[in-house]
C-alpha cells in the first residue's frame, strides 16, 4: 500500500506570500482566457456562451478569494481559514485602515507623486474592491437585484445545489446576466491591485520585507501587461 501525505490546515510565515501571488495571478490569467473565449463566442452570438460562465464565475471569486488573503496577510492580523469573501474583505478593510501613515510618504516618494494622490488612489481602490467583493459574493447580477445568494464556500459553480427558496439557477441563460467585458474589467482591477499592493506594502506580518523573487514576479508580469 503506497505511503499517503495528506493536506493540513495552511500556517503562515514570512516567505510564503510568493505563494499567495503565484495563485491568485494563475486563476487571473485562467479566467482571463475564459473570458476573452466568452467574448468571442458573445461576438457569434453561440448557446454555448453560458457554458463558460460557470467555470468563469467560479475562478472570478476564487481569484478575489486569493486577492484579499494576500492583501490580509500582509496587514496586521492573518485572516482566519474560511472561503467566505465578504468575510475576509471586512479582515482585509479593519486591518488596511490600520496601516501606519508614514508608510504614505514612502509611497509617494517610491512613486514620485503627492501623498495626496496616494490617499485617494488606495482609497478609492479600496471602494472598488468592495463592491467587486460585494458583486460577486452575493451575486445580486444572477437575481436582478431582488436578493443575494449566500454561497460562502463558494459551491453554486462548483457542484449543482439546491437552494432553500424557490430560485432555481437559469444555466442556459447565464450571458444574459452579465458580459465578457465587464468581468474583463474586474479581472484587470484585481491584477493591478496585486501589483499595487507588491510595490507599495511590500512588507509581511513581521515587518520584513517580501523576497526579492516576489518583486521580481511583479515586474515580469507588469512587463506582459
Request: contains cysteine; aromatic residues 14%.
Amino acid at each position: 500500500m503506497a505511503n499517503i501525505c495528506k493536506i493540513t490546515k495552511y500556517v503562515h510565515s514570512p516567505d510564503r506570500s510568493i505563494e499567495w501571488y503565484e495563485y491568485m495571478m494563475a486563476y487571473v490569467k485562467a479566467s482571463t482566457c475564459l473570458a476573452e473565449e466568452l467574448k468571442r463566442l458573445e461576438d457569434e452570438v453561440s448557446s454555448r456562451a453560458s457554458e463558460f460562465l460557470i467555470p468563469l464565475l467560479f475562478n472570478v471569486r476564487h481569484c478575489i478569494e486569493l486577492l484579499l488573503k494576500l492583501f490580509s496577510y500582509g496587514t496586521p492580523e492573518h485572516p482566519r481559514n474560511t472561503h467566505d469573501i465578504s468575510s475576509i474583505f471586512k479582515n482585509y478593510k479593519a486591518n488596511f485602515e490600520k496601516l501606519d501613515k508614514p508608510q504614505i510618504p514612502m509611497i509617494a516618494k517610491y512613486f514620485h507623486v503627492s501623498e495626496t494622490v496616494i490617499e485617494n488612489y488606495l482609497k478609492g481602490s479600496t471602494i472598488r474592491l468592495e463592491e467587486i467583493t460585494t458583486k460577486y459574493y452575493g451575486f445580486a447580477f444572477l437575481v436582478d437585484g431582488d436578493f443575494l445568494i449566500e454561497d460562502a464556500k463558494n459551491e453554486m459553480f462548483r457542484y449543482p445545489v439546491n437552494f432553500d427558496t424557490d430560485f432555481k439557477l437559469d444555466i442556459e441563460n447565464l450571458h444574459s446576466k452579465i458580459c465578457s467585458d465587464e468581468i474583463l474589467d474586474d479581472l484587470k482591477f484585481l491584477f493591478n491591485s496585486a501589483l499595487l499592493f507588491l510595490y507599495t506594502f511590500g512588507v509581511s506580518t513581521e515587518g520584513e520585507p517580501f523576497t526579492k523573487t516576489l518583486r521580481d514576479w511583479a515586474n515580469q508580469d507588469n512587463k506582459k501587461h
